[in-house]
Structures are given as C-alpha cells and as structure tokens.
C-alpha cells in the first residue's frame, strides 16, 4: 500500500491581466519516504546529493514516457533533461511507450504535479507506475493564451479554466524558460540529487504560521510536507565537500519574508558550476567509479513476497524473492518485515523483541562482499526466511494484515547508519484464526 501524496491543482484560480505567468505553480513535491506506509520511514538526513541512492557510473537509463503528452512537449523534456549528460557519466536512452522494463517512466499531465523518485528509488516502483511527474498546466505560455483570449474580446479577470480551453484548442505554446528549470530540477532528482536549500546551516527559515500557510495556500502541503521538503538540514557527509551553492537548479526560490535575516533569492534556470562540479564528480567521465562513492547495494528482479501460517512452528513464515549486488565497498545489510494494519499503519511492538523501530517486525543480518550478485528464495532452496510468531502480533479482530519488506544498510566506516535501499509491501493478507 504506497501512498503517493501529489500535488493538487486549484481549479479556479484568477489570472491577473499584468502578471500572467504568477499563477500558483507547483513546487517540487520530491521526497523519499511519502509513498510509504503512513507511519513511513525516510532516510532522515539529507543534502545535496543521496549517494546511497546513485545509479551506477557509466550507466545508460531506459526512460519512457507514460501515456499522454505530445511529441512537441516530449521533445522538449528529452533536449532539456540531456543537459545533464554533458556532465555526468550517464546517459538517458529514451525508448518507446511500450517498452517492457524502464528505469525512470515519465506522466505528463495535469494534477500530479512536479515530482521524481531520488536516483536508484525509482526501482521501488512498479513498471507500470510513473518515477516522475510533470503538471504540464503549469509549462503553458500563459501570457500567449491570455493575449489569445483578449483577441476574442474576453476581458480580465481569466480563470483556469479558461486556460484549459485555450490550451486545448491551440495546443503546444510552453513557457520554455520554466520548462527548462523544471525539467533539469527533476531530472536531477532522478540522478540522486537532492534541494540545495537542504545544506546543513545555509538557510535561517522563519518556521511560523505564515510560512506553512503560505505553503499550505499555494501547494497544497500540510506542515509535514513543509517540514520535510523545505525546512529539514542535510547531515555535512551528503554534502560531498561541496560549499553552499545558492545558483544551483536544485535550490527553491525563497522569499526575504520566509527568512530571519531577510536572506532571499529567485529561481535558477541553468545549471550552475556547482551543479555540473558535483554532478561530474558522482558521475566521472572516464572512471569505472567516483572517488564519492559509498556501500551500496541495488535490489533487482524482485518477486512476490510469500507469506505462510506454519501452525507447527506458530508463526508468519516470510520468503521475500529478489537479486542483490554490491559495488566495491563493504557493508552490513538488513532484511526487515514489518507488520502493518490493512489501513497502512504500522503495528506497535510491545517488547524489544520482534521490533524494529517500534513496530512489530522480525529481521535478518548479512555482511554481503564487494561486487557480488546473490539470488534469494529464486530457486527450490530457500535460502532467506523470515519468521515472526503469531503470540508477538497483537489481536486484529477480522482485519487483515500487509508485510512490508525493506532492505537496509549500514555505512559503518562514514557512521552512516539504517540507509533504506528497498521497500515493497504486499496486499491486504487474512490473519489464522
């Protein structure tokens, strides 16, 4: 059961005659742990750059769109997201809506909003689901679309609606200097970037009513939301080494009102040295590897978590399926089941046994070796069980229960600690009675 928050569109808002293009655009809804369980996990700290989240150096992406958007637009999103490849070591292979398996899988539409799995946690979505998100009301050129309206001898105040009207009768009139931001911003994200704002120190926020109403008003985001995309710091490791880089694509606009010290800035609609120094640096050219890079392992070629009552034994038996493998460093791997309710939220553990992190939950340790491939439960040796007694889950009447499978790493060298690099969970699953 994930649950995806995207950003809802006003549907009547008015458009001044002087400042056509200042309609609420969406913001940049991109964040790791909000299509989990409701009692979700996050990475916690946060930067510049997740690299326990980057694709491998020298990678070629397959990326597709979903269903929708012209071949005008399309076009326009793949010249602006290859701006990117002039500096990294990777590669956007855009191949065609059919395509059976993809990296990153783009919607184009109205109502989603602006938003991008962070790097390799686009595998923890499913191939027939979108990794990123472009609200493709908000790419118009609304200045031409209002000049258009005026032609008709429509006078001021113009709705949204109106705009979709126009749109739709004259289609493929973009706001090209916002699309390019936006599309470089996102498409950063899916690199495994992360908002500049985050840099641990760089922004005084004034955390008041007027901040979160401000949000609240113009993206629709709750204070949870405002905390966790605008306000929360980057632990100094995610920062690479780099300095505070106020002219990077990944940095939100900011008001002086929302500031203590008045700081303020406008959007960036280029790449800015830092972003093309930082993103070279994750993705070298002409290097197997990046002197940045950390343990990490990807989870691929996941199956279906089975899940089995053992009377004999009095337990849930849990043999999730996939393939790990490891790149060049070393580090300590944990399989972890979680017990939620069919609401999504997590059950809470009465002892220190079976938990983790508060819930109920069994787990399992590994050390995996640099650069191997391991299968798990993908023959008729089982060679990964997780078992949790029926006595450690509490009494659910006639509800039923999901499990929710993550695969966690240790970065013991850097102290970086409990990295999610995988989660699934399964459907709704009756409970023995």
């Not at 995610?238 to 929302?258: C, F, L, R, V």
């Not at 009465?350 to 050390?367: F, I, L, P, Q, S």
Request: charge should be positive; aromatic fraction near 12%.
């Amino acid at each position: 059961m994930k649950k995806v928050l995207f950003l809802a569109i006003i549907s009547m808002f008015f458009i001044s005659q002087s400042k056509a293009q200042d309609f609420p655009r969406p913001g940049c809804s991109s964040a790791i742990g909000q299509w989990m369980l409701k009692k979700k996990d996050t990475l916690g700290d946060r930067g510049v750059g997740d690299n326990y989240h980057m694709w491998d150096n020298a990678t070629a992406l397959k990326v597709k769109f979903m269903a929708g958007g012209s071949k005008v637009l399309r076009d326009k999103v793949k010249q602006y997201a290859k701006e990117w490849e002039k500096h990294a070591n990777i590669t956007f292979d855009f191949v065609t809506d059919g395509s059976a398996f993809t990296d990153l899988r783009i919607k184009l539409g109205k109502g989603y909003g602006h938003n991008s799995a962070v790097g390799t946690e686009s595998k923890f979505r499913k191939q027939n689901e979108q990794t990123m998100n472009f609200d493709t009301l908000y790419f118009a050129d609304a200045d031409y679309y209002i000049a258009s309206l005026k032609r008709k001898g429509i006078n001021p105040p113009y709705n949204l609606n109106q705009l979709i009207s126009e749109m739709r009768a004259d289609p493929n009139h973009w706001n090209e200097k916002e699309l390019k931001r936006v599309v470089m911003h996102e498409f950063g994200h899916a690199l495994g970037l992360l908002h500049e704002q985050s840099y641990p120190g760089a922004i005084n926020w004034k955390k008041t009513d007027s901040v979160y109403k401000y949000y609240r008003e113009t993206q629709g985001w709750d204070k949870s939301k405002v905390d966790f995309n605008v306000f929360e710091m980057s632990n100094q490791f995610y920062t690479n080494g780099t300095e505070y880089d106020p002219k990077s694509i990944m940095h939100y606009s900011i008001a002086a009102w929302q500031t203590t010290d008045g700081y303020s800035m406008q959007d960036n609609y280029e790449l800015s040295e830092g972003d093309k120094t930082l993103i070279a640096a994750l993705y070298p050219k002409g290097k197997k590897e990046s002197s940045l890079a950390v343990p990490k392992v990807d989870v691929t070629n996941v199956g279906d978590i089975k899940v089995m009552s053992d009377m004999q034994r009095g337990g849930l038996v849990i043999t999730p399926s996939f393939d790990v493998k490891t790149n060049s460093k070393i580090g300590e791997v944990y399989f972890v089941a979680r017990i939620a309710d069919e609401d999504g939220y997590y059950l809470k553990a009465e002892t220190d046994y079976y938990n983790w992190g508060g819930a109920v939950a069994t787990y399992r340790k590994a050390v995996l070796l640099p650069n191997k491939k391991i299968s798990y439960n993908k023959s008729s040796v089982k060679n990964l069980e997780l078992f949790i007694p029926f006595d450690r889950l509490p009494q659910m009447g006639d509800k039923k229960i999901i499990i929710a499978f993550a695969v966690y790493l240790d970065d013991i060298k850097n102290k970086q600690m409990n990295k999610l690099m995988y989660f699934s969970t399964t459907t709704p699953l009756e409970l023995p009675k």
